[in-house]
């Protein structure tokens, strides 16, 4: 059973916006930074966002900056990317995940299954 469920993924033109959720479990959210990270197909896996399990601390890629917002909803259990000025480049699988926090992959221990973000031009 999933311990980080991600929605909101789908097809737009440049320009518009989306707002991704991660639905967690208690366990993966609590004391948990959540992140998100994206991979393009034939690229791999990169950085996108984290918040601390405060929520106040955001550390964004450069990337992304200015366009996106990451956040969480304690009561929720919920973190959300809303992501706006969209460009083909940002096209990817989206993940969304929890654990100590940071830029790099191995500083997370639960994972979603992904979700598609299309950008078209």
């Known amino acids: 059973q999933g311990q980080l469920v991600e929605s909101g993924g789908g097809l737009v033109q440049a320009g518009d916006s989306l707002r991704l959720s991660c639905a967690a479990s208690e366990r993966a959210f609590r004391s948990s930074a959540l992140g998100w990270f994206r991979q393009a197909p034939g690229k791999e896996r990169e950085f996108v966002a984290f918040?601390?399990?405060?929520?106040?601390?955001?550390h964004y890629a450069d990337s992304v900056k200015g366009r996106f917002t990451i956040s969480r909803d304690s009561a929720k259990k919920t973190g959300h990317l809303q992501m706006n000025s969209l460009k083909p480049d940002d096209t990817a699988v989206y993940y969304c995940?929890?654990?100590?926090?940071?830029?790099?992959?191995?500083?997370?221990?639960?994972w979603g299954q992904g979700t598609q973000v299309t950008v078209s031009s």
């Open positions: 918040i601390t399990s405060s929520g106040e601390i955001t």
């Open positions: 995940a929890a654990g100590p926090g940071g830029t790099w992959q191995q500083g997370y221990n639960y």
